[in-house]
């Protein structure tokens, strides 16, 4: 009791110290004029990780368990693409076009049709991302693939996971050739890759909730420009209140300018917000994904099991060399606050502060984990380091061993006791 009480101090000393130093810096100086940023999850992937730090010495790296988002894709509702086209069709036929409005009409019926076919399936681009991660993940841990052995690697049942997971395993094989890889994409796999989409008689809730500042109605309404938006296009905006309204057309045109750039060639959106239209929109969307998919943290629970269960295993001595798993944003945006990466855990009391806890822009398309796990042979310690979009991270519940390094013990244990905290709920869905 007294280890867990005194734990427990040094992890609010230590997120009150993340606190102080949140605050410090303006994450919308770092976003203005970042295009990529101001995508939020839907922009591309980056491949700009600094160096990473030596392991200490004596370790080296012998497994390794991630987790990935599917790579770049065309926008995932359709409803992106038929109700920008609906509602500036019916402002033609009023007459209600600015002469902007009446070049996006022009040019987005040009652009609309293959799009509008191919709504949520991946693109080039997203193989492509995937093929490099690989690539970069063999030749900086040679030692976990060197000798062949095991990879199991899982996807959800979308199409863009699954093509996601071939071309990362079909690029891994090429740069480690003495693996056995083994893929699936079954639905029994979807409580640990994708609980959201798990068959109804597989889904079991975990207790436990986050707190929510404002309702995020509320937060858009005193965010959005939505005169200064819409002025742009329309003369009279009567007509959208009969197909979803302003805020639905705005949503839908935003997400379109957000992800259009994986998939289409050109500028010919980039005039449409102003720059502070811009930062308000990010703003908006990234408290809704903190809202909707950071609000579902404990749900990513039976993931980090299966993540130290499978690496335990490969500790022990077990076949497999790695695990991979392919999803989606509303998992990587959950279980990011959940491990509490560099302090993201903490629940602020107003909407207007989670965008110095929680940043969207680091659930990129192809968004990945990796818990690299290292071993000694005259240490008989293990120790993993966590890397995001291949980036060392900080764990701030945990004293690390060195630099980013921790202890899997002090891993694995703070997962058992999260794991008491939030257990299951017996009613499970029918």
């Known amino acids: 009791m007294k280890r867990t009480f005194c734990r427990l101090l040094l992890v609010s000393l230590l997120l009150a110290g ?4 949140a605050q410090t810096y303006n994450v919308l100086d770092i976003v203005r004029g970042d295009r990529q940023r101001l995508s939020g999850c839907e922009g591309p992937y980056r491949f700009d990780a600094p160096a990473q730090t030596a392991a200490p010495k004596g370790y080296t790296p012998f497994y390794i368990s991630h987790y990935g988002r599917h790579g770049s894709r065309y926008a995932w509702n359709a409803n992106t693409y038929s109700v920008i086209l609906e509602c500036l069709e019916a402002a033609e036929k ?21 799009p509008s076919i191919n709504t ?7 193989s492509a991302q ?24 899982r996807a959800s049942t979308s199409q863009r996971a699954i093509v996601s997971m071939d071309a990362f395993c079909i690029s891994l094989q090429k740069y480690a050739p003495k693996v056995d890889i083994e893929t699936n994409s079954l639905h029994t796999n979807l409580p640990i890759v994708n609980v959201s989409g798990s068959p109804r008689e597989l889904r079991v809730m975990r207790s436990g909730t986050v707190k929510i500042p404002e309702p995020q109605d509320a937060f858009r309404a005193r965010k959005y420009d939505y005169d200064g938006m819409l002025d742009k ?8 209140e009969e ?10 045109l935003c997400a379109l300018w957000s992800g259009y750039h994986n998939y289409c060639d050109g500028d010919w959106l980039e005039d449409l917000f102003t720059e502070e239209q811009a930062l308000a929109f990010w703003e908006v969307n990234n408290y809704f994904d903190y809202v909707g998919h950071g609000g579902q943290r404990y749900q990513q629970i039976p993931l980090v099991l299966d993540i130290v269960a499978l690496a335990d295993e490969a500790i022990a001595g077990g076949p497999y060399r790695a695990h991979f798993r ?16 560099d302090g993201t855990g903490f629940q602020p009391d107003s909407a207007d502060d989670v965008k110095y806890w929680f940043q969207d822009y680091d659930t990129p398309m192809a968004a990945n984990l990796q818990f690299v796990i290292y071993r ?17 991270v900080t764990l701030p519940q945990f004293e690390p061993v060195s630099g980013p390094y921790y202890a899997w013990d002090d891993f694995r244990a703070w997962v058992q006791q999260l794991d008491r905290e939030h257990p299951a709920l017996q009613s499970a869905i029918r």
Do not use: W
């Open 130 to 153: 995937h093929r490099e991660i690989a690539r970069i993940m063999a030749q900086s841990f040679p030692e976990v693939f060197a000798d062949g052995g095991k990879i199991l690697a």
């Open 376 to 392: 000694s042979k005259k240490n008989p310690q293990i120790l993993f380091k966590l890397l995001r979009n291949g980036r060392e």
């Open 243 to 252: 197909r979803g309204g302003r805020t639905q057309f705005l949503y839908e």
């Open 18 to 21: 993340v606190t102080a130093q």
């Open 233 to 240: 296009l329309f003369t009279d905006r009567g007509f959208l």
């Open 326 to 341: 392919f999803g989606h944003d509303t998992v990587f945006n959950a279980i990011c606050p959940l491990l509490n990466i």
């Open 120 to 126: 949520g399936d991946l693109v080039e681009l997203g």
């Open 94 to 114: 009023a007459g209600s076009l600015t002469p902007r409005g009446e070049k996006l009409l022009s040019d987005y019926r040009a652009f609309f049709e293959i």
